[in-house]
């Protein structure tokens, strides 16, 4: 585990915050992403809710990312709408976004105590899936 801090992009939570504000609409949106790239750009998503596992702004914003060709991520932050503030990611988004990008940075705490941390803090003992591939030889 790394426990070094890094600074917070406050333009990161900001546009997370304006997405849930303005995007998320009723039941099915009630959560936005915002994450910038290696390259510095601001990629956005929202989650798209289902009660069969529709996956969180995090998730989606993987896939909107790659469609913007962002494939490297540096930081991400969640934001609730109805002014929840920063959300920190939930078990399934922690182990899929250490999968995608084990250097990444996470945004997490509330109000003033936002903190940036790495991504492998936030789960401590992980199972990495490319550990555990028997064809890799
Ligand atoms: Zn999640």
Redesign the pocket.
């Given at each position: 585990m790394t426990t070094q801090t890094h600074p917070v992009d406050h333009e990161l939570i900001q546009t997370a915050a304006h997405v849930a504000r303005t995007r998320c609409r009723g039941d099915s949106h009630t959560m936005a992403a915002a994450a910038r790239a290696q390259d510095g750009r601001i990629v956005t998503a929202v989650n798209a809710y289902h009660f069969t596992g529709g996956p969180?702004a995090?998730?989606v914003l993987i896939g909107t990312a790659a469609a913007q060709g962002a494939y490297a991520l540096n930081t991400i932050v969640a934001v609730g709408d109805r002014d929840r503030g920063v959300v920190p990611?939930?078990g399934?988004?922690r182990q899929v976004l250490l999968d995608y990008f084990p250097s990444l940075k996470v945004i997490v705490g509330e109000g003033t105590r936002t903190r940036t941390v790495h991504i492998a803090d936030l789960l401590p003992e992980a199972y990495v899936w490319s550990d555990h591939q028997l064809d890799a030889e």
């Open positions: 969180c995090e998730l990611p939930c399934r988004c």
